[in-house]
Nanobody, 115 residues
Framework: QVQLVESGGGLVQPGGSLRLSCVVS????????MGWYRQAPGKQRELVAR???????NYADSVKGRFTISRDNAKNTVYLQMNSLNPEDTAVYYC?????????WGQGTQVIVSS
């Protein structure tokens, strides 16, 4: 049973930083693409950033230059370093991975940016 466990969300002031982590367990196969999506109240879920197994990354325009995605293949873990946070970044952040041809989602971690 594949499980994704996210951590690192919380309340932060505008201009602050947070680091999200997502640990993948239970798979006998390598994890391919890993990524982060977010869903704000009343909005559709959107891609924030993703990273291939070899390290190729892509980002949503709204987070370029502020967020950095990285991964540790040995630990089956993906990270999202979020800097210069603003209230528009408030959302539930979901970890997303592909293992072979199957997509998996985490349960989500809340990020609130507010003064």
């Amino acid at each position: 049973q594949v499980q994704l466990v996210e951590s690192g969300g919380g309340l932060v002031q505008p201009g602050g930083s947070l680091r999200l982590s997502c640990v993948v367990s239970g798979s006998p196969f390598s994890v391919n693409t890993m990524g982060w999506y977010r869903q704000a109240p009343g909005k559709q879920r959107e891609l924030v950033a993703r990273i291939g197994r070899g390290g190729t990354t892509n980002y949503a325009d709204s987070v370029k230059g502020r967020f950095t995605i990285s991964r540790d293949n040995a630990k089956n873990t993906v990270y999202l370093q979020m800097n210069s946070l603003n209230p528009e970044d408030t959302a539930v952040y979901y970890c997303n991975v592909y293992i072979v041809l199957t997509e998996y989602w985490g349960q989500g971690t809340q990020v609130i940016v507010s003064s």
